[in-house]
């Protein structure tokens, strides 16, 4: 059974940086046909792709934030991490982390954690 | 950067109809689009990928077509557990850019 979980801060103050876990079972980080995606909806808002990381260390980046964001893995503990720095309330969202699955040619988020909300303030 | 314009922005269809929601792409990208659906408080889920294929365990009611700039997904009949906000996810071009559309609202 494939499970994403995201965990972190649910308050942070303007100008700090924001650390995000997406922590997965069911798959592996290592698997050349997955990736995993992390995505932002502010409240009452639309979906928002912030970054996206595949095994091979290749990473794409929202060109807004690309400046601002981080995205690493550890394949050992299942776990992929986001970092923002230089947080502001229009960061206050809530925060998705989601599977990729690779299906040449198509590169989808097949299956997504539940979101964990973060507030700026 | 490649921008999805979802249209309309909301709307209002009874049980039992059909709907057709639109989804436009600033530049081409062949059938590199998928469609979520996502209902209030819940994480979206996934029903269409190659601008056509219907995901796993998604019903036949829900059928994506088109190419290039274009896009629809359709929803036939209606059903109460179908009203929810619809986006478009483009995925053009190595590494992709999963950029979405702004959504468009289901509503009864």
């Known amino acids: 059974q494939v499970t994403l979980k995201e965990s972190g801060p649910v308050l942070v103050k303007p100008t700090e940086t924001l650390t995000l876990t997406c922590t997965v079972s069911?798959?592996?980080?290592?698997?050349?046909?997955?990736?995993v995606s992390w995505i932002r909806q502010p409240p009452g808002k639309a979906l928002e792709w912030l970054a996206n990381?595949?095994?091979?260390?290749?990473?794409s980046f929202s060109t807004p934030l690309k400046t601002r964001l981080t995205i690493s893995e550890d394949i050992s503990k299942n776990q992929v991490v986001l970092t923002m720095t230089n947080v502001d309330p229009s960061d206050t969202a809530t925060y998705f982390c989601?599977?990729?699955?690779?299906?040449?040619?198509?590169?989808?988020?097949?299956?997504w954690g539940q979101g964990t909300h973060v507030t700026v303030s | 950067e490649i921008v999805l314009t979802q249209s309309p922005a909301t709307l209002s269809v009874s049980p039992g109809e059909r709907a057709s929601l639109s989804c436009r792409a600033s530049?081409?990208?062949?059938?590199?689009l998928a469609w979520y659906q996502q209902k209030p408080g819940r994480a979206p889920r996934l029903l269409i990928y190659?601008?056509?294929i219907r995901a796993t365990g998604i019903p036949g009611r829900f059928t994506g077509s088109g190419s290039g700039t274009e896009f629809t997904l359709t929803i036939n009949s209606l059903q109460s557990e179908d009203f929810a906000v619809y986006y478009c996810?483009?995925?053009?071009?190595?590494?992709?850019?999963?950029?979405f559309g702004q959504g468009t609202k289901v509503e009864f």
């Open positions: 996810q483009q995925y053009n071009n190595w590494p992709p850019r999963h950029t």
């Open positions: 990381i595949f095994p091979n260390d290749e990473k």
């Open positions: 530049q081409t990208i062949t059938n590199n």
């Open positions: 069911g798959f592996s980080l290592a698997n050349p046909k997955m990736g």
């Open positions: 989601a599977r990729i699955q690779q299906v040449w040619p198509d590169v989808f988020l097949d299956y």
């Open positions: 190659g601008a056509s």
